[in-house]
Structures are given as structure tokens and as C-alpha cells.
Nanobody, 127 residues
Framework: QVQLVESGGGLVQPGGSLRLSCAAS????????YGWFRQAPGKDREGVSS????????IYHDSVRGRFTVSRDNRNNTVYLQMNDLRPEDTAVYYC????????????????????WGQGTQVTVSS
């Protein structure tokens, strides 16, 4: 089992920044990748970013590429999502997730590839 705890969400004005963190703990820590997902009210959950644990290879949704940066700290089993130039449409509950099995890079933002999930943290972008 793996437990994931997100932090760093909050209220920010358009154009502002936030840094989300997700700490993993538990017995099944030999995982393949971290993912960040979000779900806005009335919308389906969507993949935001993914990072491979071994080499840091990362993938981004088109809507956040160039504004968001994912990173990981393998020593502390933590993944981060630096979010810059935030927009109202980024408002959502953000979830981190862990995948334990290999998947092709084209599937990086598919939530079905991830086994463990955090409880989510709210990000609200509003003036």
C-alpha cells in the first residue's frame, strides 16, 4: 500500500503561482511514475502532468505546458508541481497519483494507469 498526501493548494489571483507537493509513504514504493490530475466542478478528471521516477522524463497536458513544471525527489518520495501564470480555468481539485507498472509514454495522462491516489487539494484562481 502507498499513501499519498498533497499540500500547497489555495486561493491565488490570475497570473500568480502555487507549488503543490505530494509525499508518498508505505510499503509499495517501487513505483514507475507519478502523475498529477485535476477535476473541475462538472467536468471529468484530466491528466495534467506525469514524471517517470527513474529518469525524470515528464509529460504535460497542452493546456499547462510552459506554465507548469513537475519534479520529483526520489530520496524523499515526493513529487512537486510548480504552477505559474495561473488562470481561472486552472481552478480544480488537484490529485497526485502513483503508477506501479510500466506504461507507454503515450498513456502517461490516463488515470487508469495509476494505482494509488491522494485525497486532493483545492486550487482556486480568482481575482
Amino acid at each position: 500500500q502507498v499513501q499519498l498526501v498533497e499540500s500547497g493548494g489555495g486561493l491565488v489571483q490570475p497570473g500568480g503561482s502555487l507549488r503543490l507537493s505530494c509525499a508518498a509513504s508505505g510499503s509499495d514504493l517501487d513505483y514507475y511514475a507519478y502523475g498529477w490530475f485535476r477535476q473541475a466542478p462538472g467536468k471529468d478528471r484530466e491528466g495534467v502532468s506525469s514524471i517517470r521516477r527513474s529518469d525524470g522524463y515528464s509529460i504535460y497536458h497542452d493546456s499547462v505546458r510552459g506554465r507548469f513544471t513537475v519534479s520529483r525527489d526520489n530520496r524523499n518520495n515526493t513529487v512537486y508541481l510548480q504552477m505559474n501564470d495561473l488562470r481561472p480555468e486552472d481552478t480544480a481539485v488537484y490529485y497526485c497519483a502513483v503508477a506501479t507498472l510500466w506504461f507507454h509514454v503515450t498513456h502517461s495522462l490516463q488515470d487508469s494507469k495509476y494505482k494509488y491516489w491522494g485525497q486532493g487539494t483545492q486550487v482556486t484562481v480568482s481575482s
